[in-house]
């Protein structure tokens, strides 16, 4: 009898000590827990990319409508393409404008230094209006300079386009004339470019099938349409998306 109390005191004994032992253990887990708490995640809001268009009436899309003209089209193919993002287009460009306006517009604007990627396009009021072409030579260089300004003093984020041509429009009536004096400005605009190592992108051909395909020309006959614009894009779209990953 006395034998089998013994056995249960026993028992009794370490079951207790087991019990303690536990006990312990997990009031030091909970010790531990409150020292070191888990880091909080924060979230990073989506960055801004900025995207300026300089130019004249083919960059501010003149006689189509505000998401038709090649900058908004551009903005809103690269929301397509690259996730998480926004982008903040700002244009300079008015119909009519010369090398001289837009020069002036510029310096009149509060346009920022830190630009993702900048677009210029132009010189057909040059030529229309008849300026003298040692002014553009001067000019055209000038605006350049402008533009790698505010591409963060970075050439890589600049993107030249061509003049279109006109002639091919119910207007130019396919006055070789016109196309001519197009090639003389483009031929410029091509050579400055490869001299100093900037983008260019050529779209003067998709305008030059306005007369065969009435649908790349504008309402106004002059000015080419959405979907002209849209195949600038086509072109502009793998340099501008190089050039924002830079």
């Known amino acids: 009898m006395k034998r089998c109390l013994l056995i249960i005191l026993f028992g009794f004994l370490y079951i207790s000590c087991q019990s303690e032992s536990v006990i312990e253990k997990q009031d030091t887990i909970t010790v531990f827990e409150e020292q070191e708490p888990e880091p909080e995640i924060i979230l990073s809001s989506n960055p801004t990319l900025k995207i300026l268009s300089l130019g004249d009436s083919y960059t501010i899309g003149e006689s189509v409508c505000k998401t038709c003209r090649f900058p908004e089209q551009l903005k809103s193919r690269l ?3 690259i996730s998480n993002i926004d982008i903040d287009l700002e244009i300079i460009a008015q119909t009519g404008w010369t090398t001289s306006v837009l020069k002036q517009a510029i310096a009149n604007s509060n346009i920022g230094t830190d630009q993702d990627l900048v ?3 132009i010189g057909v009021n ?8 040692k002014t ?3 000019e055209f260089s000038e605006l350049v300079a402008s533009a790698i300004k505010f591409a963060k003093g970075k050439k890589e984020k600049v993107i030249i386009i061509s003049i279109p041509d ?3 429009t119910p207007f130019g009536q396919g006055n070789q004339s016109i196309s001519s004096a197009i090639d003389v400005y483009n031929n410029f605009i091509y050579n400055f ?3 100093h190592d900037i983008s260019y992108v050529y779209i003067t051909d998709i305008t030059r099938e306005g007369l065969e395909q009435p649908n790349l020309v504008a309402s106004d006959g002059l000015h080419p349409s959405g979907l002209a614009y849209g195949q600038f894009v086509d072109l502009i779209i793998p340099l501008a998306e190089e050039k924002i990953e830079e």
């Open 79 to 81: 929301l397509n393409k």
């Open 193 to 195: 470019c490869q001299t």
């Open 126 to 133: 040059n030529q229309y209006q008849g300026v003298p072409f």
């Open 166 to 168: 006109y002639a091919y």
């Open 119 to 121: 677009t210029l396009l």
């Open 136 to 138: 553009f030579e001067t």
